[in-house]
C-alpha cells in the first residue's frame, strides 16, 4: 500500500489540556498503526494565527491569480502556505473544540484562507464549478462540553459543504469527544477511533 502524507491541524487554546488535539493525535496515531501514512505536516492554528479576512485580502482572493500585482501576491503568503499543505496531503485531520455550536474562530479563519477563486476552485464555461484539489479524504475531531442533539452540530455539515463546493471532493469522516465539561470526565480516545 503506497503510504501518504496527512496534515494535522489543531484548533484550540487549550494546549494539551484539549480534547480535540487530544482526539485529532489519537487519529493520527491510528493512521500511523495501520502503516498509511509516512508523513506528518502539523499546524498548530494558535501558535501562527490565520489573518482574518479584510478588504484588500477579498479583493485579492477573487482576482485572476495571473492579473495579481506583487502587493497583492504579498497578502496572499499565508494563503498560498494553505493551499499547497493542502495540496501536499492526501488525507487531512482537523480537530476543532465546538464554539457556540461552530467551529473555533481559527479552523474557520483557515478555511477562508483556502478557498480561492482559480486555485481551489474554478468555472467552466457553463459556469459550473469545479474544484481542483480531489480526492481528499478528512477526519474531523469535534470536542463539546456537553452531548447535544445533532441538529444542534454545524461544523461536521459546514466543512463538507466548503470542501466539496470549492476545493475538489472530499470524504468527511466526522469523530466526537462529548460531554468533556461534565464532572469527573475521561476521555476514551481509543474506542471512539475503533471504528476509524
Not at 17 to 25: E, N, Q, R
Amino acid at each position: 500500500m503506497a503510504k501518504k502524507t496527512v496534515l494535522h491541524l489543531i484548533s484550540s487554546a487549550r494546549e494539551n489540556a484539549s480534547y480535540s488535539k487530544g482526539l485529532s493525535s489519537a487519529i493520527v496515531e491510528k493512521l500511523h498503526s495501520r502503516h498509511e501514512i509516512d508523513r506528518v505536516i502539523e499546524r498548530d492554528l494558535t501558535k501562527e494565527f490565520p489573518p482574518f479576512l479584510d478588504g484588500n485580502l477579498i479583493g485579492a482572493f477573487y482576482k485572476d491569480p495571473r492579473s495579481l500585482n506583487e502587493a497583492e501576491r504579498r497578502l496572499l503568503t499565508y494563503a498560498d502556505s494553505v493551499v499547497k499543505d493542502v495540496s501536499d496531503a492526501d488525507l487531512l485531520v482537523l480537530g476543532t473544540p465546538m464554539h457556540n455550536f461552530g467551529m473555533s474562530a481559527l479552523l474557520k479563519a483557515w478555511i477562508d484562507q483556502l478557498v480561492r477563486f482559480g486555485v481551489t476552485y474554478v468555472y467552466d464555461e457553463n459556469w459550473n464549478r469545479k474544484g481542483q484539489l480531489n480526492g481528499k479524504k478528512i477526519y474531523l475531531a469535534i470536542a463539546s462540553g456537553g452531548n447535544l442533539p445533532k441538529d444542534c452540530e454545524f461544523i461536521s455539515g459546514h466543512v463538507n459543504a466548503v470542501f466539496n463546493a470549492y476545493v475538489g471532493t472530499t470524504e468527511v469522516h466526522t469523530f466526537r469527544v462529548e460531554g468533556t465539561a461534565m464532572p469527573g470526565f475521561q476521555a476514551d480516545y481509543q474506542k471512539i477511533v475503533e471504528e476509524l
